[in-house]
């Protein structure tokens, strides 16, 4: 139902790779999102953008960067990993449908693990 | 501190029966609340969204209900099947922007037995 995607599915990769997670979008959707998600816990904003050229940071710290340089497009990327970023990576979208009715779509994850 | 706490944290039950998940909730002001439900592996999938005016909402065997004196919600699953087997968020929104920040639960991790 959901037209947001999210490559790779999985992620394996060694201590002070640069990596870079995409999350597209096809929805014309303005505001996008990137959580993080451990097992059993809640999910953390660690980036958010309201529209092209638009990035915020979140409530959670993140070593992570972003950027939206078209709407459809807001990937995240890992300039240098580490064990510490072991963790599933949720892209999500919204739409402009007043303030209090607004539904989140979410990607399927991507699961990284830092070796 | 804004908060939203779910219990109970897992639940098994058998296919066919009824359960209901709870969540209490802190966020203010309050704007809406949301049940999401998420498979293991995958994002969240809404199921409602309920504003401070509605009680009850009903999305299929789901039906959500809200009561925003004593700020509580429990979505309750009917006959349930084996598919309903997943982990079900609590998310609550406040009105401090256009969008309204988003409190999520931890989530109750239901499991259903055939």
């Known amino acids: 139902e959901a037209d947001i995607y999210q490559t790779p599915r999985y992620l394996v990769i060694g201590t002070g790779k640069k990596i870079t997670l995409e999350c597209s979008q096809t929805m014309g959707h303005d505001k996008m999102y990137w959580y993080q998600q451990d097992p059993g816990m809640e999910l953390h904003l660690i980036h958010y953008s309201y529209g092209v050229n638009s990035t915020e940071k979140g409530d959670l710290s993140s070593e992570s960067t972003v950027s939206r340089i078209r709407t459809e497009h807001f990937p995240l990327t890992l300039e240098s990993a580490r064990p510490s970023h072991t963790s599933q990576y949720l892209c999500?979208?919204?739409?402009?449908?007043?303030?209090?009715?607004?539904?989140?779509?979410f990607g399927s994850g991507t699961q990284l693990s830092v070796l | 501190k804004n908060q939203v706490e779910q219990s109970p944290q897992s639940l098994i039950i058998l296919e066919g029966k009824n359960c209901t998940l709870q969540c209490n909730y802190t966020v203010s002001p309050f704007s809406n609340l949301r049940w999401y439900k998420q498979d293991t592996g995958r994002g969240p999938v809404s199921l409602t969204i309920m504003t401070f005016s509605e009680n009850t909402k009903s999305n299929g065997r789901y039906t959500a209900t809200l009561d925003a004196d004593t700020k509580q919600s429990s979505l309750h699953i009917t006959a349930s099947q084996l598919s309903d087997s997943a982990s079900y968020i609590c998310?609550?929104?406040?009105?401090?922007?256009?969008?309204?920040?988003?409190?999520f639960g931890r989530g109750t991790q239901l499991t259903v037995w055939p």
């Open positions: 998310v609550v929104s406040d009105r401090g922007s256009t969008l309204g920040r988003l409190y």
């Open positions: 999500a979208s919204s739409g402009i449908r007043g303030p209090t009715n607004e539904k989140l779509f």
